[in-house]
T-cell receptor, first 113, second 114 residues
Framework: DGGITQSPKYLFRKEGQNVTLSCEQN?????MYWYRQDPGQGLRLIYY???????QKGDIAEGYSVSREKKESFPLTVTSAQKNPTAFYLC????????????FGDGTRLSIL | AQSVTQPDIHITVSEGASLELRCNYS??????LFWYVQSPGQGLQLLLK??????LVQGIKGFEAEFKRSQSSFNLRKPSVHWSDAAEYFC????????????FGRGTSLIVHP
């Protein structure tokens, strides 16, 4: 079945460490997204990409970086510059028409050690 | 700019009771509207969507939603709630005008009492 796979499910970061969250999709979607979710704050867009080798900052991109070297993959790196990284991170993909819904992975929960 | 408001942060219902979750949007033209559900520790799953035509839309898991242009609303309903419906529900508006990025409401948490 087609879908989005996020890994790992749980991740722990030490002070000063960069960590990378994986997101892979086999839906042949052009667009991919990263969201951060904190209790009571809904979904906040970190980065999104419409095409390979191109991506755009969302509302809260500071302290994060992404790459889009393959259509299927959109990894997110949480850098040491992100001072409050503890959150639930969701990856999504979709077509590039506004009437096309997003498909979500099951998320990665990142915590600080 | 478009926006989505879910006025209720939490809703508590008894199992078997009916449910209505509110969603109001701000957008100039006819929007593309979605409802998603998120179970604890999981991603979002699409419940239903509205693009045009019949204003009453049927979705999965026995949910339906009604688009009311005059009220700028797209409320989600279910006639009889099951304990497994306890989750977070998000309303979203599909973007237009060159952007494909949807706008999400902040979500409504549904609590189901036995």
């Amino acid at each position: 079945d087609g879908g989005i796979t996020q890994s790992p499910k749980y991740l722990f970061r030490k002070e000063g460490q960069n960590v990378t969250l994986s997101c892979e999709q086999n839906l042949n979607h052009d667009a991919m997204y990263w969201y951060r979710q904190d209790p009571g704050q809904g979904l906040r867009l970190i980065y999104y990409s419409q095409i390979v080798n191109d991506f755009q900052k969302g509302d809260i991109a500071e302290g994060y970086s992404v790459s889009r070297e393959k259509k299927e993959s959109f990894p997110l790196t949480v850098t040491s510059a992100q001072k409050n990284p503890t959150a639930f991170y969701l990856c999504a993909s979709s077509g590039t028409q506004p009437n096309q819904p997003q498909h979500f992975g099951d998320g990665t929960r990142l915590s600080i050690l | 700019a478009q926006s989505v408001t879910q006025p209720d942060i939490h809703i508590t219902v008894s199992e078997g009771a009916s449910l209505e979750l509110r969603c109001n949007y701000s957008y100039g033209a006819t929007p593309y509207l979605f409802w998603y559900v998120q179970s604890p520790g999981q991603g979002l799953q699409l419940l239903l969507k509205y693009f045009s035509g019949d204003t009453l839309v049927q979705g999965i898991k026995g949910f339906e939603a009604e688009f009311k242009r005059s009220q700028s609303s797209f409320n989600l309903r279910k006639p009889s709630v099951h304990w497994s419906d306890a989750a977070e529900y998000f309303c979203a508006v599909g973007a237009t005008g060159g952007s494909y990025i949807p706008t999400f409401g902040r979500g409504t948490s549904l609590i189901v009492h036995p």
